[in-house]
């Protein structure tokens, strides 16, 4: 009967209409109708869903960062998901990201998971010497060795491969590796190339951007990994910075207005936001904002480094300003 | 049973044309001629099944409208049910006391707005104990964006519980077990899971009659790209909407969709006066798949929540907070006018 439709897959019945599917399968209504049900419980089975009861008793530790302060602010580290840290550059977004390899590969009785970490490098190459001293430094009664074994390394240097591996390759590699912790560094380094944007690219980009957050949040629920993207910035300017007027319904009130990227309004200048824009906005769970606050203005090495929780499901202090003084 | 209304041409039924073509042959030309045959003559004289008999027949039987007096709607309307969101300021926006059963609610807002928490928040609150002013009922979560993080919850639900309880010997009180039992989460990857599962998902509300609230979040994500055919897009949500709608209208329960934003650019003359606004996502046409329509946005340092779109609300616009409870009123706030009553023009 299906046959007869010529329906080249499952999913090509699943997405057509009751009267479609009766007129090309020659059924009745009522017949359609029980069909694309049973469809449909086949395609996707009842068991997966669970109650939050499950969910909670299937949950695992956060992973943490490896700084006290820090994890109190993310309530006990990253959960699975995927996670973005932004900040200017220098501001330690390597630097936590390590940190993380670091924890998610070391023994359980040092609080870290015991799994394995892979690290796509797509900018700069692994700084490979600053991680075996972070390990030292923060872990200094484990030998290094097991930490640097199960941190694997790929070095990503152009789009379209950046694209495969992160749809395709990406969760075998979790799996076969354990991995408790994927960090790319950086999403955006292959896509900022051809900011020519014209609307098309614009909109092939979101599309890129969509398949890579899909792919990354399926692989981060499957395998209870937390995937890490860190992101540059790009400056607001003094135009764009009070934001762009809320649409979308009448009398938008010019006072209504909504902040480009959601960020808060600071009250200094510098605001910076995240690159790629809303279309990549949307696909992270958890935003994290890394910034510098002079303490002693004019003295560098009086500056503390500004954790911000922008976006986070786990975590309610939206920005609430917590520091997290890195203490190197 | 009016007989005169039965008297109906043959040929006004819902029936393939060689089977019209048969009855008429046969002699018969209203339904009044059809109202004695019993099936098996019928498929006899028609040299047809049994099967294809019945459905001619079973067309008689059916009564062809069914309609609700506008009083029983009123009477219904006054006893539907609503589940509060914890934010005073944001239920009296919604009618007085919550999100309300039988309707499709839509929450609109950029990523960090609370989407999620206020869908959380709806999950507890949908279980309140009917003696604390609640529901008693359960809370289906799909989750397309992965972002349902479940100690989140744990936590709303504990300063749920606290609130509740503030005051009073907590005998008849619940524990987070029972809450989190009662909260059944579907993960969904792609959009053809999505629309499997709306499909299927009338056996399991019938097998969980005390679902009181189901949320969506977020109804785009999976919708956003990746449609060749823009046609197909419209039709799938189409026709996701229309089974929402009918699951809130037969099960009474609250339907919430979570929605995201994306950034309109439109063309003014001359390049420089091109200006962007955030919109919901998913187009124009969607803005008709629900029956409230609340956009979030920050102004300045407080989050504020605008409904848009409604029946029978005002349009208003309250702010509302996040904190590590859930879901509250900012701190100071009180509603200016009670927003059921409409302003009469005078």
């Known amino acids: 009967m299906i046959l007869v439709a010529q329906f080249a897959t499952a999913e090509d019945v699943l997405l057509s209409s009751e009267s479609e599917l009766a007129k090309r399968a020659r059924i009745k209504g009522e017949d359609a109708k029980a069909l694309l049900r049973q469809l449909s419980s086949q395609l996707f089975s009842a068991p997966k869903h669970q109650t939050a009861q499950e969910l909670f008793m299937r949950s695992t530790d956060g992973l943490s960062t490896g700084d006290k302060l820090l994890d109190e602010l993310l309530r006990g580290g990253l959960r699975p998901g995927v996670t973005e840290v932004f900040g200017k550059s220098g501001v330690g977004k390597t630097q936590l990201a390590l940190q993380l390899c670091v924890m998610a590969t070391a023994p359980a009785h040092l609080g870290g998971l015991d799994g394995g970490a892979i690290y796509i490098a797509t900018e700069q190459p692994f700084p490979i010497t600053r991680f075996h001293d972070i390990a030292l430094s923060r872990l200094p009664t484990l030998d290094p060795i097991q930490v640097l074994d199960r941190t694997h390394i790929i070095h990503i240097r152009d789009q379209e491969t950046q694209q495969h591996v992160l749809s395709y390759c990406l969760s075998p590699a979790i799996a076969r590796l354990k991995a408790r912790v994927v960090i790319i560094d950086s999403i955006a380094a292959n896509f900022r190339g051809d900011e020519g944007a014209s609307e098309l690219n614009v909109a092939l980009r979101a599309n890129m951007l969509y398949e890579i957050g899909r792919a990354l949040k399926t692989a981060a629920h499957d395998h209870q990994c937390v995937i890490v993207c860190l992101n540059q910035v790009v400056d607001v300017f003094e135009g764009a910075r009070h934001g762009q007027v809320l649409g979308g319904f009448k009398g938008a009130s010019p006072s209504l207005q909504l902040n480009m990227n959601n960020m808060k309004l600071a009250a200094g200048k510098n605001e910076v936001a995240p690159s790629l824009g809303l279309a990549w906005s949307n696909m992270v769970n958890t935003r994290i904002k890394l910034s510098r606050v002079n303490i002693a203005p004019g003295n560098l090495l009086g500056q503390a480094r500004l954790l911000d929780a922008e976006t986070a499901e786990h975590l309610f202090n939206h920005g609430a300003g917590c520091r997290g003084k890195d203490d190197r | 049973m009016p007989m005169k209304q039965m008297q109906r041409p043959v040929s006004t039924l819902n029936l393939d044309q060689a089977l019209r073509t048969r009855l008429h042959n046969a002699g018969y030309r209203t339904t009044a001629d059809l109202k004695d045959v019993a099936a098996d003559s019928l498929a006899q004289q028609l040299k047809v099944s049994i099967d294809q008999a019945m459905s001619v027949l079973k067309q008689l039987k059916r009564d062809p409208l069914v309609s609700v007096s506008a009083l029983t709607a009123l009477t219904r309307e006054r006893q539907r049910s609503f589940v509060t969101t914890s934010c005073k300021a944001f239920d009296e926006m919604l009618g007085g006391s919550g999100v309300p059963a039988g309707r499709v609610t839509e929450i609109c807002g950029a990523p960090g707005m609370g989407k999620t928490q206020i869908g959380m928040q709806l999950c507890v609150n949908a279980q309140i104990l009917s003696s604390q002013g609640g529901e008693h009922g359960e809370a289906i979560y799909i989750d397309t964006e992965g ?104 099960f009474d329960l609250a339907v919430v969709m979570m929605n995201q934003m994306t950034t309109r650019v439109t063309r003014g003359q001359g390049s420089d006066n091109d200006s962007s606004v955030l919109v919901p996502a998913l187009g124009d046409s969607w803005g008709h798949a629900c029956t409230n329509r609340i956009i979030l946005s920050w102004q300045y340092e407080v989050r504020y929540a605008a409904l848009v779109k409604s029946p029978n609300l005002q349009e208003c616009t309250i702010p509302y907070a996040i904190t590590s409870k859930g879901v509250r009123d900012v701190p100071g706030h009180r509603p200016a006018t009670n927003p059921r009553k409409r302003l009469l023009p005078t």
Do not use: C, W
């Open chain 2, 147 to 250: 972002s349902f993080i479940v100690e989140r919850v744990v936590e709303i639900a504990e300063a749920t519980l606290e609130a509740l309880n503030a005051g009073k010997d907590s005998q008849d009180s619940q524990t987070i077990e029972q809450f989190l039992s009662r909260i059944h989460v579907f993960r969904i990857h792609s959009y053809v899971e999505q629309v499997a599962l709306i499909n299927q998902l009338d056996d399991f509300l019938t097998e969980h009659p005390k679902v009181k609230v189901l949320i969506i979040d977020s109804i785009a994500f999976h919708f956003r790209q990746n449609f060749a055919d823009m046609g197909l897009r419209t039709r799938l949500l189409n026709g996701m909407a229309q089974h929402l709608r009918r699951f809130a209208e037969e």
